[in-house]
Every structure is written in structure tokens, then in C-alpha cells.
């Protein structure tokens, strides 16, 4: 089987303006295998300024992930940048799904 890297997310920066509040939310697949909800925040509103701001993504991990960002019925948003810090830690081995993980033979002494 293919496995999938698993990945652990440290923080998202995003650099934005708004004249409201924004929701933000970050899913990803882990755990359970389904893409869901892992950290959700308000943005504030920033006026007539760019403001960034960074959002801590702790204990969070993944094989999948997609920030969502969703600004208020009367709220208008300009995203000038985002930087997702992550780094890769391995595999995702699903035992339900009868993965195994072995190595090639490996000769004594080699």
C-alpha cells in the first residue's frame, strides 16, 4: 500500500486587511481519517491597516490539510499573504485498513 506522509503543523502566519471580523479555521485528515476541524479563531477587524498575525497550529498533524478563512456578512477581506510552518515526521499506518509497515531483508552485517 501506498502510505501517506504525515506531516506536524507549527503555526499559520497570515497578513491581511479587514473592516470586520474574519473566522478562521485549519482542517486536516488526522486523526480519524476525515477532514475536519482542528483550529478554529476570530481575526480581528484591522481598519485601514495590514496587520499580521500569527496563529499556533499545536498538536495538530496530518497527511491533508486546508485553511479556510470566512470574513462576516458585512465584513470585507483583502489576505495579502499566508505561511503554513510545518515539518514532516513520518508515515500514517492505518491498521483498519490492514496496512503494515516492514523493511526489505536486511543482510547481518551489512
Not at 497578513?15 to 474574519?22: E, L, M, R
Not at 485601514?48 to 456578512?73: F, H, M, S
Request: charged share 15%.
Amino acid at each position: 500500500m501506498a502510505f501517506r506522509k504525515v506531516s506536524d503543523f507549527k503555526e499559520i502566519t497570515l497578513q491581511y486587511q479587514s473592516n470586520g471580523p474574519t473566522t478562521f479555521q485549519f482542517f486536516t485528515d488526522m486523526p480519524g481519517g476525515t477532514l475536519a476541524t482542528r483550529v478554529a479563531t476570530t481575526l480581528p477587524s484591522t481598519g485601514n491597516t495590514r496587520k499580521t498575525i500569527t496563529i499556533p497550529l499545536d498538536n495538530v498533524q496530518g497527511t491533508e490539510y486546508y485553511p479556510l478563512l470566512q470574513p462576516g456578512a458585512a465584513t470585507q477581506l483583502f489576505l495579502l499573504a499566508g505561511t503554513i510552518w510545518l515539518r514532516p515526521i513520518g508515515v500514517y499506518i492505518d491498521g483498519s485498513l490492514g496496512e503494515i509497515w516492514q523493511t526489505q531483508p536486511i543482510a547481518v552485517g551489512a
